[in-house]
């Protein structure tokens, strides 16, 4: 049985995730957090990337389609 990834949430922006993982780095980097925080933070880091990979691979597929639709007309 083929196992589909989970969708990406309708209110859920490439862009806002981004700029909250760069925010974190950036907390992460200073050496100020306390471990707790560190862990915490690097926690929603991955959370976030793993969203963004999903979504980047998501949109690469919807790309593809298209493609081969434009490959299948030419023929």
Known sequence: MKQTKPETPSD??????IAEIEDIIAQL???ELPLETVFAQFEVA????K???RFLNQGQERLDLLIETLTDDDG
């Open 12 to 17: 859920w922006n490439y862009e806002a995730a």
């Open 29 to 31: 980097e200073s050496g």
């Open 46 to 49: 991955v959370a976030q990337l």
């Open 51 to 53: 969203q963004c990979d």
